[in-house]
């Protein structure tokens, strides 16, 4: 048990769809974050939100959506996709967005594969 | 934007061997992270680097903080079976920082342990 839980754990979706990927943590956290993880490459960020708000949008497409209500979930939207963005999309937690030995806490992803 | 070359990208190790892996980068970095993804999770902090030089253990896991602050190397003694999965390291150019999206991962080393 992770204290970050993501569902569904896998999803496959035809580029005309529209789904959304859901992330709730149960650590008391202030941030979380989207992540995109493709095999051999670096993780690279996507969102950032610190207290609801977002702070940091990495150059996503707008085809991804992300929503935060409240700090404990986060949602990611996605409607007409690429074949490319089949990955693994990883959320995390932290106590805050930048403060000294505030760890990432991860979710198990959700491996999305878009046919 | 900060790259890490983490290296060797795979390896293949019977148990009971130590393993070695290291990430360097042309930028210097003053905080050092390791994760592990085992299969179908998500990363989990091992070990955080906040000082050049500094030496720190997790058990049978040691990772050092490269004097330039420009790299760092994780070692792992008398493998088991469960160390499978994907090491990554991570670094931040903040004292301290372990979040936030100043955080750089490597391309991770996948570690294959034969009983």
């Known amino acids: 048990e992770t204290g970050v839980t993501q569902t569904p754990r896998h999803l496959v979706m035809g580029m005309t769809n529209k789904k959304s990927l859901k992330c709730e943590q149960h650590?008391?956290?202030?941030?979380m974050y989207w992540y995109k993880q493709s095999a051999k490459k670096p993780l690279e960020l996507m969102f950032v939100?610190?207290?609801?708000?977002?702070?940091e949008n990495n150059s996503v497409p707008s085809r991804f959506s992300p929503e935060c209500p409240n700090s404990s979930h986060l949602f990611l939207h996605l409607h007409t996709l690429q074949p490319e963005d089949s990955a693994l999309y990883l959320c995390?937690?932290?106590?805050?967005?930048?403060?000294?030995?505030?760890?990432?806490?991860f979710g198990n992803g959700t491996r999305l594969t878009v046919t | 934007g900060q790259q890490l070359n983490q290296s060797p990208q795979s390896m293949f190790i019977q148990e009971g061997e130590d393993v070695s892996m290291n990430c360097t980068s042309s930028?210097?970095?003053?905080?050092w992270l390791w994760y592990k993804q085992d299969p179908g999770e998500g990363p989990v902090l091992l070990i955080a680097?906040?000082?050049?030089?500094e030496l720190t253990s997790n058990g049978r896991l040691t990772a050092q903080f490269g004097i330039t602050r420009k790299d760092s190397f994780l070692n792992i003694s008398a493998s088991i079976p469960s160390d499978v999965g994907i090491y990554f390291c991570?670094?931040?150019?903040?004292?301290?920082?372990?979040?936030?999206?100043?955080?750089?991962f490597g391309q991770g080393t996948i570690l294959t342990v034969h009983p």
């Open positions: 995390a937690s932290s106590q805050d967005p930048g403060g000294y030995n505030s760890p990432l806490h």
């Open positions: 930028s210097i970095f003053n905080t």
């Open positions: 939100y610190n207290f609801k708000e977002q702070t």
């Open positions: 680097l906040y000082k050049a030089g």
């Open positions: 991570a670094g931040h150019p903040n004292a301290g920082g372990t979040s936030y999206g100043k955080l750089t």
């Open positions: 650590l008391g956290h202030n941030a």
